[in-house]
């Protein structure tokens, strides 16, 4: 049977996520993700808080992910710069 995708990276900078659409934050500019297909697709995002006053970081660093629909093999992201 079919097992769940998550493809996932995790940035320093501030990242914002809603459906199928993500920003990452950067100091000069920012980036905007979006899942082109499969429909159903959508960004997750989660502040490693406590890992990161564990290893003694100041920065929060947050994991961003794609949770695809089950028996899902690939996607298609596009990701553009945004000033």
Do not use: Y
Not at 51 to 70: F, G, Y
């Amino acid at each position: 049977s079919p097992l769940e995708i998550e493809e996932a990276f995790s940035p320093w900078f501030p990242v914002s996520a809603a459906g199928n659409t993500a920003r990452i934050q950067g100091q000069q500019t920012s980036l905007e993700l979006k899942v082109i297909e499969p429909a159903g697709a959508v960004f997750s995002a989660t502040a490693l808080k406590e890992a990161c006053e564990a290893n003694q970081h100041s920065d929060i660093l947050t994991r961003l992910a794609v949770v695809l629909p089950l028996g899902t093999r690939r996607f298609v992201m596009h990701m553009i710069p945004v000033e």
